[in-house]
């Protein structure tokens, strides 16, 4: 059966998550009619409730419906065997999408993660590039994303204290940061007993502890609660709307201009494009009823997997290797954030059973370029993190740290005394592209339509191996220091399928090199936007998000100033 | 569609009366009964796996048989027993085999089978109430876990505070106290 044809639009957007469901927002405002097609649907704040067994351990069996179809494949190098294929995809479907259930950490960027090619040269020669690498400067600065940057935290609400407001530097925020024009928009989540003792020990060793930035809220914002502090926050939704997912803060605003017609549960399969290269809509099935709709710009926001896959399945005369793809560019410079951790055992109880994990207090003394670098043989580092928040089954599932067995009496014994005696230091560390890591199709599994999944080669680098062992011995300090009684390192993650995805389809000036230009336009499909850390070249050693969704409202702030341009 | 519609759910038998006792008997090692309190069977683990192997957990149902079906043949091989029939400390020296893997040969996937159950049995230990297990609230009692409760008061996020235990599980906390 022939597509159903539907009236034409200005933009249609594909996926309402974290990116596309703040890109919204600009665009509605400026007048632009908007199709959003989203494969989930809506969620009430009474569906999340505080359940562990179904947010963290069956991870949102409900709103996975597309995501649980195409879970990407990984093998280690090009002729590498195949990783284990993980039997749940990261991300979710809904309107809102990974934002309705995200840590909700809000950080930037710093100014050296835009720079990390000429910065690295200039302070220790070139020879300090991996062998490999295909890291390059962004194709603008953090001073160009600062304003956006602030857009974003006043439009969503994000709670924090400024470390360097205008180059004035506060000792309570984050020493490290780059200028803000500004103060958050709200102050920090609350102080946490636990929290605070990590933080003292951070500061007797001469560090420089704050509490992280969060897209929850401290106090009441925009007629949104303050965050209640009930726990399973990480991984889950918040029943009274204080996490900012753009579920519940920039989608209804954009929505309230009359402006963007959401479609749920709309699967898009194809990006249709003319014999000029340009693009003209995008075909979805809805209901197992395929439709067609077209639009005078696309814009792409599914996440790095899908963004990827999604160009190179729709294949054109145009674009023959797949859409954008004429540089051979599509997949590569995948990569993302390496992790790993300490956790500690205590002699007293440490009571993190409630608040969020974005509540707890960070570190970036080694994280960036914010040491020295000539004996350690690695770029970047990481950003160190004692969450709050234990659930029980988490708690209980204990390292014994080599104190008793793993089950049977004594176990029950040992968790019965120590299940609320012990914390994770976790150690977030910048990675970079490199010429063997890519996203491309896999040839031979598919999803539940008969389409291709995304399959990721990897491979872990020795310069990652060596941060990560720096920052296990850096978490080890300070988890002792706090009086940690014993230790236990927690395993070496790699690079591979993640939450924290980059790359795919690079931002740079350079169409050999990159899949868009430095405004999130495709180089080779003028009227194609892409949103999503798929555009971002380095990593930072901190969560993408807030990133993301800088870029994705300069993207739409771009396209509204182009839009004759651009458009038509 | 709704964004909650679960799988289908159907009320078949899990398991046959056999697999069931010796289910019954594995997380009861895993999580013994004693003085610190109720085990796995007491608190309903053996019911929460039995149930998730209806629906969330279905495709690894041939997991628990085939897994089953090893440890009562080694359990017979040793003893000409049942595993369910042997004494407890026959069964630990089986469970240990099984968790180090240490005699690969009829059954090569016994460590991931021993992990399975492991998890399986924490999730009915201590997870919510809802799912059928952690029966009376027993598992968070062990771990001293004080409760769902909406809204946490800055003083209960201080180290040193004894805080009252609340017994709700997910979904009376949603349709009570708001
Ligand atoms: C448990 C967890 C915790 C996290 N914590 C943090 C954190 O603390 N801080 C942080 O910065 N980041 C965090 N992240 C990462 C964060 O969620 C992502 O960076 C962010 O959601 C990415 O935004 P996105 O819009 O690209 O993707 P998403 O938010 O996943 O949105 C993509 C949307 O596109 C839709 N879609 C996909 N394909 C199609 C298609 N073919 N047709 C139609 N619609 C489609 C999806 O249904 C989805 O709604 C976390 C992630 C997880 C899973």
Same mark, same amino acid.
């Given at each position: 059966m022939a597509p159903v044809n539907l009236p034409r639009t200005d933009v249609v957007l594909i996926g309402l998550g974290a990116a596309g469901g703040l890109a919204v927002l600009p665009l509605a405002r400026a007048g632009l009619k908007i199709v959003g097609l989203e494969a989930g649907g809506w969620f009430r704040s009474? !569906? &999340? $409730?505080? !359940?562990e067994i179904r947010?963290?351990? $069956? &991870?949102w069996p409900h709103a996975v419906q597309k995501a649980n179809q195409e879970i990407p494949t990984a093998r280690n190098g090009r002729d590498g065997p195949p990783l284990p294929r993980p039997d749940y995809h990261p991300m979710m479907n809904g309107v809102g999408g990974t934002s309705l259930h995200y840590w909700g950490q809000s950080w930037r960027l710093m100014q050296w993660d835009f720079k990390v090619r000429s910065e690295t040269i200039r302070r220790y020669g070139v020879s300090a590039i991996p062998p490999g690498c295909t890291v390059e400067d962004w194709p603008l600065s953090y001073e160009e994303l600062e304003p956006y940057y602030d857009k974003v935290e006043y439009a969503i609400g994000v709670s924090g204290k400024a470390g360097n407001v205008q180059g004035n530097i506060s000792r309570t925020g984050n020493v490290f940061e780059s200028p803000r024009q500004r103060e958050y928009p709200m102050p920090p989540l609350r102080a946490a007993g636990f929290a605070d003792h990590m933080a003292e020990a951070a500061s007797r060793l001469g560090w420089h502890p704050y509490s992280p930035p969060a897209a929850i809220n401290s106090v009441p914002y925009d007629k949104r609660s303050a965050c209640f502090y009930h726990g399973f926050c990480g991984s889950g939704g918040c029943p009274v709307n204080a996490k900012n997912s753009t579920a519940v803060s920039t989608i209804p605003q954009a929505i309230a201009t009359g402006n963007l017609k959401i479609v749920p549960y709309a699967h898009v399969i194809a990006i249709e494009s003319d014999a000029y290269g340009r693009v003209t809509g995008a075909r979805y099935l809805s209901d197992k009823r395929e439709y067609f709709q077209p639009a005078s710009v696309v814009l792409l926001a599914g996440y790095t997997y899908e963004n990827t896959r999604l160009l190179l399945l729709s294949k054109s005369k145009a674009y023959p290797r797949g859409l954008s793809n004429n540089h051979g560019q599509v997949g590569l410079h995948y990569m993302s954030h390496t992790r790993t951790g300490v956790v500690g055992l205590f002699?007293? !109880?440490?009571? $993190?059973?409630?608040?969020?994990?974005?509540?707890g207090t960070a570190l970036d003394d080694w994280a960036d370029d914010n040491f020295d670098h000539s004996e350690v043989e690695f770029i970047g580092g990481g950003n160190l993190l004692v969450p709050m928040e234990a659930k029980p089954i988490e708690a209980a599932n204990m390292s014994t740290f080599g104190k008793?067995? $793993?089950?049977g009496s004594s176990w029950k014994a040992f968790v019965r005394e120590n299940a609320a005696r012990w914390a994770p230091v976790w150690a977030q560390i910048s990675t970079f592209p490199f010429e063997d890591r890519f996203l491309d199709l896999d040839p031979a599994v598919k999803d539940s339509l008969g389409y291709p999944v995304c399959r990721l080669t990897v491979g872990l680098k020795e310069t990652e191996e060596r941060a990560m062992r720096f920052m296990q011995e850096k978490a080890e300090r300070w988890l002792r220091e706090a009086g940690a009684i014993a230790t236990n390192q927690l395993p070496l993650f790699p690079i591979g399928l993640s939450t924290h995805a980059y790359g795919g389809t690079r931002m740079g000036e350079n169409p050999e090199r990159n899949v868009v230009n430095g405004w999130g336009f495709s180089h080779e499909a003028p009227n194609l936007g892409i949103l999503g850390a798929s555009t971002m070249g380095t990593s930072g050693a901190r969560n993408p998000t807030l990133t993301v969704q800088a870029l994705a409202w300069r993207t739409a702030d771009y396209l509204i100033r182009q839009w004759k341009f651009i458009a038509e | 569609m709704s964004a909650l519609r679960f799988a289908g759910t159907t009320n078949?038998?899990?398991?046959t009366p056999n697999e069931r006792h010796c289910l019954e008997a594995i997380v009861s090692r895993i999580i013994p009964a004693d003085t610190n309190g109720p085990g796995a069977v007491e608190v309903g683990c053996a019911l929460y796996i039995e149930s998730a192997l209806r629906d969330a957990y279905r495709s690894q149902k041939s997991a628990y048989s085939a897994g089953l079906a090893a440890l009562d043949s080694r359990a017979i091989e040793r003893t000409g027993k049942l595993f369910a029939a042997l004494d407890i400390n026959e069964q630990d020296r089986i469970l240990s085999e099984f968790e180090l893997n240490t005699r690969v040969g009829e059954y090569q996937d016994s460590a991931a089978f021993f992990e399975l159950v492991r998890r399986h049995t924490l999730e009915g230990m201590f997870g919510d109430p809802l799912y059928g297990g952690n029966a009376n609230f027993a598992g968070w009692d062990l771990i001293g876990y004080p409760g769902l409760r909406m809204y946490v008061t800055?003083?209960?996020?201080?180290?040193d505070v004894a805080i009252h235990r609340l017994r709700l599980s997910a979904k009376q906390l949603m349709h009570g106290s708001r």
């Open positions: 009474a !569906d &999340h $409730r505080p !359940d947010n963290n351990i $069956r &991870h002699s007293f !109880d440490l009571n $993190r059973w409630y608040g969020t994990p974005a509540q008793a067995p $793993r089950w | 078949a038998e899990v398991f800055p003083e209960l996020q201080r180290m």
